[in-house]
T-cell receptor, first 113, second 116 residues
């Protein structure tokens, strides 16, 4: 089954404690990205990757890091989480075309105390 | 910059009522337009899309037509069901020629509640 998986689905942590949210896709997609969803703001892109070892900032990259060492994986790293990073996070992937559908993971709900 | 504006919700309808959710956009270049749906506790799923002016996307009884002259992509369904209750997001996608970046720009979402 074609899918995007994320782990964990739910996470409660404290300010400053480093965390990683994993994302994996099995569709051999070149393009992957991370979004955060906040009430009234829709989804905003954090980082994206056009292929292995190629990553770049989206609209709201501050406080986040990513890496793309393998085509299927695209982890999101919060080196020192802060309460304003409490949000619902989605990973997405697609083949390299602006008209192609992006496939979303199930989401990770993060709470930073 | 690119932006998407959609009507605020919640929209509450009775089963079998007609649905319209308005969506307008501003974009540089020639965007593709999408409607995504998010059911409670789930990620976003593509509902329908249109890639050029005058295209009509359709799926599961939902339709939307890409109107370049009015920069709109309104979602419609003739007869809603309780199972259509969800949050609906209008979005556009363009490729940035300088960076190659492609991102979906989303509206803020419209919650639809269908009552039996």
């Amino acid at each position: 089954e074609a899918q995007v998986t994320q782990n964990p689905r739910y996470l409660i942590t404290v300010t400053g404690k480093k965390l990683t949210v994993t994302c994996s896709q099995n569709m051999n997609h070149e393009y992957m990205s991370w979004y955060r969803q906040d009430p009234g703001l829709g989804l905003r892109q954090i980082y994206y990757s056009m292929n292995v070892e190629v990553t770049d900032k989206g609209d709201v990259p501050e406080g986040y890091k990513v890496s793309r060492k393998e085509k299927r994986n695209f982890p999101l790293i919060l080196e020192s989480p802060s309460p304003n990073q409490t949000s619902l996070y989605f990973c997405a992937s697609s083949s390299d075309s602006s008209t192609d559908t992006q496939y979303f993971g199930p989401g990770t709900r993060l709470t930073v105390l | 910059g690119n932006s998407v504006t959609q009507m605020e919700g919640p929209v509450t309808l009775s089963e079998e009522a007609f649905l319209t959710i308005n969506c307008t956009y501003t974009a540089t270049g020639y965007p593709s337009l999408f409607w995504y749906v998010q059911y409670p506790g789930e990620g976003l799923q593509l509902l329908l899309k249109a890639t050029k002016a005058d295209d009509k996307g359709s799926n599961k009884g939902f339709e939307a037509t890409y109107r370049k002259e009015t920069t709109s992509f309104h979602l419609e369904k003739g007869s809603v069901q309780v199972s259509d209750s969800a949050v609906y997001f209008c979005a556009l996608s363009v490729r940035h020629l300088d960076t190659g970046r492609r991102a979906l720009t989303f509206g803020s979402g419209t919650r639809l509640q269908v009552q039996p």
